[in-house]
């Protein structure tokens, strides 16, 4: 059975957005993880190379992206040995320049002898073992990915912890690859590490992937580690797990931003009513 998607590809570059890729501060808005989805699967399309593993990808997110058709174009910075850079830039029909990002690969090597420490293993329960749950976000919207919470929760203070996996393809007919399926992850770090007592009140202008391996399976796991803010300005991360352990972190820097009326838990998916007339 055929499922969703967030974009159709429209000849080589350019992709058309489904109402699915709806923003949880614009309705008209492009959502901040499409725009890393979409760095993530035009530069791994053009320039993914089975010897090398990407490692870092940022994505610089200066403009309010509008819901209309984009084109991707990427350039290689550095082909070397054994580093591979290469930038993106997503831009409207315009030639207006949405966002732009990078991917650093790294070419695979042979794992080196010692020890170095390491943070414990993430102890807690896996997916199958916590019941799904309902997520409520902004009306007329209903969820686009599936979390299962393991420990508190948007609009809370404390810690936060969750299960969560991709419920859409990303690319109409395209298979999601384990780079394109974390990469999306990557802008989760702004709502679940900057999210308080007080709902999210803080947009992020950028989001930077940090991977040490692609993830096996479908869920991949978010713990908040960190967030600090002064003056409007905030700095979210997150580590990232999968089911054998550690893949890596995410890191966000924020800036102050009132929400939606009653937008506390992340964006979704539109009702059928919406849909149909966005």
């Not at 055929?2 to 992709?15: I, L, S, T």
């Not at 614009?26 to 089975?50: F, N, Q």
């Not at 807690?124 to 979390?147: F, S, Y």
Request: net charge negative; hydrophobic share 40%; glycine share 10%.
């Amino acid at each position: 059975m055929a499922r969703d998607f967030f974009f159709e590809q429209d000849g080589p570059g350019r992709f058309l957005p489904t109402p699915l890729t709806r923003g949880p501060w614009d309705p008209k808005s492009l959502h901040g993880r499409v725009l890393a989805g979409l760095i993530a699967h035009a530069v791994e399309v053009e320039h993914g190379d089975p010897d090398f593993h990407a490692a870092r990808l940022t994505t610089d997110m200066f403009r309010v992206a509008p819901m209309a058709p984009v084109t991707v174009t990427t350039f290689v910075r550095r082909d070397g040995n054994r580093i591979r850079v290469v930038d993106a830039s997503i831009s409207g029909d315009d030639g207006t320049e949405i966002a732009r990002g990078s991917v650093v690969f790294l070419r695979r090597a042979e794992q080196p002898e010692g020890q170095v420490w390491s943070p414990p293993l993430w102890e807690v329960p896996p997916p199958d073992l916590i019941a799904p749950q309902e997520m409520k976000g902004p009306p007329g919207m209903k969820p686009v990915w599936e979390t299962r919470r393991i420990e508190g929760d948007f609009g809370s203070l404390g810690q936060k912890r969750a299960w969560t996996r991709e419920t859409l393809d990303f690319v109409q007919g395209v298979e999601l690859t384990p780079f394109v399926r974390v990469a999306q992850i990557s802008d989760f770090a702004n709502p679940f590490a900057n999210s308080g007592s007080a709902g999210l009140n803080f947009v992020n202008a950028d989001a930077t992937l940090y991977l040490h391996r692609y993830p096996v399976g479908e869920w991949i796991g978010v713990e908040v580690v960190a967030h600090h803010s002064a003056d409007g300005i905030a700095v979210g991360e997150c580590a990232l797990y999968d089911e054998e352990g550690a893949i890596g972190r995410t890191t966000v820097c924020s800036v102050a931003n009132r929400r939606p009326a009653g937008m506390v838990k992340p964006p979704g998916r539109p009702e059928a009513s919406d849909a149909a007339s966005a």
